[in-house]
Nanobody, 122 residues
Framework: QVQLVESGGGLVHPGGSLRLSCVAS????????MGWYRQGPGKERELVAT???????DYADSVKGRFTISSDDLRSTVYLQMNSLKPEDTADYYC????????????????WGKGTLVTVSS
């Protein structure tokens, strides 16, 4: 089993910044990808950003140029630096990871954190 624990959410004014962190622990052999989804009030879940093993990243159009995802493979941690926050960024942010717990598992298993709330309001 793998556990994901998020931190860094909170209340911020429009235009402000927050940094989310997510640490994976447990039975980890390889982490193929880590990233963030979010779900705002009355909205569908949205994939925000993904960091893929090997260094590539991907972002939702709504956050490009404002959010930056990075990962620390040694610490099994992914970060989401969020700048120029807008009220529409208000959401529960969920960390996800696709993890192989044994050698030879080429695809891994998806895991989810419990979420951290980001509120952007004046």
């Amino acid at each position: 089993q793998v556990q994901l624990v998020e931190s860094g959410g909170g209340l911020v004014h429009p235009g402000g910044s927050l940094r989310l962190s997510c640490v994976a622990s447990g039975s980890i052999f390889i982490i193929y990808r880590m990233g963030w989804y979010r779900q705002g009030p009355g909205k569908e879940r949205e994939l925000v950003a993904t960091a893929i093993r090997g260094g590539s990243t991907d972002y939702a159009d709504s956050v490009k140029g404002r959010f930056t995802i990075s990962s620390d493979d040694l610490r099994s941690t992914v970060y989401l630096q969020m700048n120029s926050l807008k009220p529409e960024d208000t959401a529960d942010y969920y960390c996800f990871a696709r993890v192989a717990s044994v050698n030879g598992d080429r695809y891994g298993v998806p895991y989810w954190g419990k979420g951290t709330l980001v509120t952007v309001s004046s």
